[in-house]
């Protein structure tokens, strides 16, 4: 059976030395193809933007499905495949003797190219080694200088190396205060009314298991580089692992820690009281009231002891519950809120105590226990939101919206666009869920194909007004930020999508 090479995302490649008992030194950039030389060797430049010749690389590996005949086999069977570095078209190859220097070779995988192998060694860094027998054992990318590099060598440094992804140098001017920038158009419209670029599965940036690049990894960059991008909506998930609380993405675990995400959160909401952010979550999979009880409301307690100051909750200590469609921004601003927090399904409200002088959560409280000395209470009353499947009614958020589960065939931006047209919601918030999600049947197509795939005919639709804010309001997408670029052009959904925000006619 032929391969069917599945290319991965972009990133660059940051070098470093390793210098025993010393900080690890910084060398530059894995360097591409240039006029005169194939060799990736290094370009120097700062740390923190890749210069002119600095190499977008991808891993690519063969994502055919063999015998696998469901999604679990299928992941561990690729998980287990060899993979390639390659960067625009190239393979990395060897030249000289045993093939010791890095090459870049236009020859096609296969033909050309080795099959490489990774090292997890200080958090981000790397060892990467050729899987070829012939290398001395233990053997990896090092350097006699600042040159070239060598696939081994006797007495050379080993070289550490850092994938960032390219999406963090790739983003256009970000869009950090853009609620407050349109205050003039929609300071007075309600939420509900405000088309708004969102996050789906936000905090699935670091998936633990490998092979879940493809399958399971949502997003590139962190949350709170999201929310600088412009996002305003945040899918999170959550469940514990060996007593902590970790983001996950269906069955995968993530190397995200829900406390980071939390602090992320308030930390953006701390510094920006004119942007609100809304936020959905789901505990260990577990929807609606059941979900935010037992041990499960730790998670929720988690979050709501670090920001809310900035919660405007859904009812009151009496009951009474607030109109989504009555919130708007300046009416947020008034109250000196900027959060709304949703569950999936009904919700419960609760009081806890929080230690006044760390912020850590004390103990769930009823309104009329005593309030022990260093301590303070707290209300909290999330926001429901119609349980998935169900009819819609009322001005409940509908944060199911507009969603495509393929079965039949690959997703289009055009099938999204007639789910947007045909969508019958409930006056309250909604999704138009942008994201495709990964299936055995197109087991070459990941969520970076999907969001590839789709993402310049949305933004044509919304350029064009097609999608407005007449009806649009949540575009909840995979790899927010992150532009595509194709023989068109370059195209930045984000942008489109806050661009639709325009006046009342």
């Not at 005169?36 to 600095?54: F, H, L």
């Not at 992941?75 to 220097?101: F, I, M, N, Q, W």
């Not at 040159?147 to 790739?170: H, K, M, P």
């Not at 701390?270 to 936020?279: M, S, T, W």
């Amino acid at each position: 059976m032929a391969a069917v090479w599945h290319y991965g995302e972009p990133f660059y490649v940051k070098l470093y030395w390793v210098v025993p008992g010393e900080p690890h030194a910084w060398v530059g950039w894995l360097g591409n193809a240039g006029v005169e030389s194939d060799y990736a060797q290094p370009v120097a430049g700062p740390e923190d933007v890749p210069p002119t010749g600095a190499a977008k690389v991808q891993w690519v590996v063969d994502a055919q499905r063999g015998g696998a005949t469901d999604e679990k086999t299928y992941e561990e069977e690729l998980a287990g495949r060899p993979r390639y570095l390659t960067s625009e078209g190239r393979v990395l190859d060897g030249s000289g003797r045993h093939g010791k220097y890095l090459y870049w070779d236009s020859a096609d995988i296969g033909d050309k190219g080795y099959a490489m192998a990774i090292e997890n060694i200080d958090d981000d860094l790397v060892t990467v080694s050729r899987e070829i027998s012939t290398d001395p054992a233990g053997s990896a990318i090092c350097s006699a200088g600042d040159s070239y590099l060598y696939y081994y060598g006797e007495g050379n440094a080993t070289v550490l190396l850092e994938f960032v992804s390219a999406s963090n140098y790739s983003r256009p001017a970000k869009h950090e205060n853009w609620i407050r920038d349109r205050n003039a158009i929609i300071g007075d419209r309600p939420l509900t009314k405000i088309v708004i670029p969102g996050s789906h599965d936000a905090g699935s940036y670091q998936i633990s298991r490998p092979g879940g690049e493809m399958t399971s990894r949502a997003q590139q960059v962190d949350v709170m580089n999201q929310l600088l991008a412009g996002s305003r909506f945040l899918d999170l998930r959550t469940d514990m692992y060996q007593g902590v609380w970790y983001i996950r993405h269906g069955t995968d675990w993530t190397d995200v820690r829900f406390e980071h995400v939390v602090e992320q959160l308030g930390t953006f909401l701390d510094d920006h009281p004119d942007e609100f952010v809304l936020v959905e979550l789901l505990v260990a999979d577990v929807k609606g009231v059941p979900g935010m009880s037992g041990d499960y409301r730790d998670a929720w307690n988690m979050l709501f002891a670090r920001v809310h100051e900035h919660l405007l909750n859904y009812a009151d200590e009496a009951g009474n519950k607030t109109d989504i469609t009555t919130v708007t921004p300046n009416a947020l601003k008034a109250a000196g809120k900027n959060l709304l927090v949703f569950s999936w399904g009904e919700a419960t409200s609760w009081h806890l105590d929080v230690d006044t002088g760390s912020g850590k959560v004390l103990q769930d409280a009823e309104k009329s226990d005593p309030l022990a000395s260093g301590a303070t209470r707290i209300f909290v009353s999330p926001w429901e939101s119609k349980p998935e499947g169900e009819k819609p009614e009322g001005h409940v958020a509908d944060l199911e919206g507009v969603y495509l589960d393929p079965s039949v065939h690959v997703v289009q931006a055009a099938d999204i666009y007639e789910g947007y047209l045909d969508y019958q919601g409930t006056g309250g918030l909604w999704n138009l869920q942008t994201n495709v999600p990964w299936q055995l049947y197109n087991y070459g197509l990941s969520l970076y194909d999907g969001h590839v795939r789709v993402t310049p005919a949305l933004v044509y639709y919304l350029q064009l007004r097609r999608i407005n804010n007449d009806k649009a309001n949540i575009i909840n997408m995979d790899y927010l930020g992150d532009l595509v670029v194709d023989v068109d052009g370059s195209h930045d959904l984000v942008s489109a999508v806050i661009a639709a925000n325009v006046a009342s006619k």
